[in-house]
């Protein structure tokens, strides 16, 4: 499994992003997806992760419930991180993976098995 991460780039307080992260075959139907993201010395963060199948259940981190959606096309093979409102504090690298771990467990990164290679995200004051 491979995945692409793609949409990083630099944007004011306040505007949007869209990120997606991209793979072959039905890696998103039998693996539940997750964006991570990592500050400068600081360990990788959950940001949010969809459920895998047709499922569209989702589950964010409080910092961002309301101003992030994660959302998929299986047609697609994509996934999409959808970032408006964006603050200074959302600055880093962002990073889709994958998992087969209990959905109980989606939001701690030791659990996945498949990284993308990551994205920046800037966001200016």
């Known amino acids: 499994v491979q995945l692409q991460a793609s949409g990083g780039g630099l944007v004011q307080a306040g505007g949007s992003l869209r990120l997606s992260c991209t793979t072959s075959?039905?890696?998103?139907?039998?693996?539940?997806t997750g964006w991570f993201r990592q500050f400068p010395g600081k360990e990788r963060e959950f940001v949010a992760a969809i459920r895998r199948d047709n499922s569209q259940v989702t589950r964010y981190a409080d910092s961002v419930k309301g101003r992030f959606t994660i959302s998929k096309d299986n047609a697609k093979n994509t996934v999409y991180l959808r970032m408006d409102n964006l603050k200074p504090e959302d600055t880093g690298v962002h990073y889709c993976?994958?998992?087969?771990?209990?959905?109980?467990?989606?939001?701690?990164?030791?659990?996945?098995?498949?990284w993308g290679q990551g994205t920046l995200v800037t966001v200016s004051s």
């Open positions: 993976a994958v998992t087969q771990i209990l959905w109980s467990y989606v939001d701690e990164s030791r659990r996945y098995t498949t």
């Open positions: 075959g039905r890696t998103f139907y039998n693996f539940h």
